[in-house]
T-cell receptor
């Protein structure tokens, strides 16, 4: 089955700097890769997603890139703000199973 | 749109008791997912339904766990008998067909504590 790894597990950046979180997946049949943000005590919320027929997608300060050959995808947050502090999860869908990465705790320091 | 509605928000019960968690998906969504979240194991998919039919229950930890979806607007996750290691936050999520390749919308979760 699918296996998703995520790095780093924790990330601290200064406000205004960029943050990058990387995920790898094992199932070459996976074709959908969402990213979720979860604030403390709250539900995961979708922030951006990408499908396997696209290499990059942007939404304001957030972007996701996908390398199907290497089977990895990354989340990029530019001009980070304190409200970006949260746990971020990547996930992969291979048609039969939806697998989440272990999460990255992002702290944006003022 | 009311979003995915879960009840109860919090549940505290003694081990051995039956626990029933409830979920109402977003109207029009035809895929429903149950997740369990713990610090140790992260976010785990337990089971998902498509058009009220269970598609993959390989994540259900053991026979003490069961899930049903009697109609498009309601699902339950039941634990009987409950054990302290079942303590976790249980999330329900729904999406529009075909489920896996469409964004999932999560409910606010049920925080379950088994004493």
């Amino acid at each position: 089955g699918e296996n998703v790894e995520q790095h780093p597990s924790t990330l601290s950046v200064q406000e205004g700097d960029s943050a990058v979180i990387k995920c790898t997946y094992s199932d070459s049949a996976s074709n959908y890769f969402p990213w979720y943000k979860q604030e403390l005590g709250k539900r995961p919320q979708l922030i951006i997603d990408i499908r396997s027929n696209v290499g990059e997608k942007k939404d304001q300060r957030i972007a996701v890139t996908l390398n199907k050959t290497a089977k990895h995808f990354s989340l990029h947050i530019t001009e980070t703000q304190p409200e970006d502090s949260a746990v971020y999860f990547c996930a992969a869908w291979g048609g039969q199973n939806f697998v989440f990465g272990p999460g990255t705790r992002l702290s944006v320091l003022p | 749109d009311a979003g995915v509605i879960q009840s109860p928000r919090h549940e505290v019960t003694e081990m051995g008791q039956e626990v029933t968690l409830r979920c109402k998906p977003i109207s029009g969504h035809n895929s429903l997912f149950w997740y369990r979240q713990t610090m140790m194991r992260g976010l785990e998919l337990l089971i998902y339904f498509n058009n009220n039919v269970p598609i993959d229950d390989s994540g259900m930890p053991e026979d003490r766990f069961s899930a049903k979806m009697p109609n498009a607007s309601f699902s339950t996750l039941k634990i009987q008998p409950s054990e302290p290691r079942d303590s976790a936050v249980y999330f329900c999520a729904s999406s529009y067909n075909p489920g896996g390749s469409k964004p999932q919308h999560f409910g606010d979760g049920t925080r379950l504590s088994i004493l």
